[in-house]
């Protein structure tokens, strides 16, 4: 669901959901604050999944370059609802999200993760240089928190441990793209 300021008695929840994965994955993951999860909330820019009244999984999108850009960031799902579909649920839902705040905006995500990066292809994204992205600021601000930062300003934001995949709804390779996959979906029907 679209969480709301509601929601916001799971934010420290979220935060140490979050770095507890950073640890055991050995890879960045940047750290965001209270405040800034819980604006997410208020501005009805999070998905949150809830199982009763226990938090399951997060994510957030955020505008970037005069909203031209949106980045769907800080996907997390607890331990125990691992693998059972969470994770994807949420990833669409966010995306979802961001398509209908922003329909002519760029979609991207960062990450150092196989399931998300098969989650992002089957939404459509490509992988991408890091030049292709935003070149708000702000935006990357938010990568200070990672532990990686050091390879990306070494490199200029050339390059990083995370991959970069963004959902372009102008690219005209995309709708070629969709309607193969969708004749490839129905002969494998057959």
């Known amino acids: 669901m679209v969480a709301d300021a509601s929601h ?3 934010v420290d929840t979220i935060l140490e959901t979050i770095e507890a994965a950073a640890k055991v994955r050995g890879t960045g993951i940047a750290k965001r604050s ?11 820019k ?9 938090f399951v999984g997060f994510t957030y999108i955020e505008s970037w370059g005069n909203k ?3 980045a769907t960031s ?5 331990d125990n609802h691992r693998n059972m579909g969470v994770a994807r649920r949420i990833k669409q839902a966010s995306f979802a999200l961001a398509r209908l705040r922003w329909p002519k905006a760029k979609v991207f995500s960062l990450t150092s993760g196989s399931a998300v990066m098969k989650m992002n292809t089957d939404l459509g994204y490509v992988p991408v240089t890091f030049a292709e992205l935003t070149d708000d600021e702000s935006f990357w601000r938010g990568c200070e928190g990672c532990i990686n930062k050091d390879i990306l300003e070494r490199t200029a934001r050339r390059y990083c441990i995370c991959t970069a995949m ?8 995309r709708a070629k793209r969709e309607q193969q996959e969708r004749q490839d979906a129905v002969t494998n029907t057959i």
């Open 68 to 70: 031209q850009y949106v």
């Open 74 to 78: 800080g996907l997390i799902v607890t």
């Open 34 to 44: 209270h405040d800034y999860l819980a604006q997410k909330m208020k501005e009805g």
């Open 46 to 54: 999070a998905i949150i999944a809830l199982e009763g009244e226990d």
């Open 166 to 173: 963004l959902f372009d709804p102008q690219d005209p390779h």
């Open 8 to 10: 916001e008695m799971y």
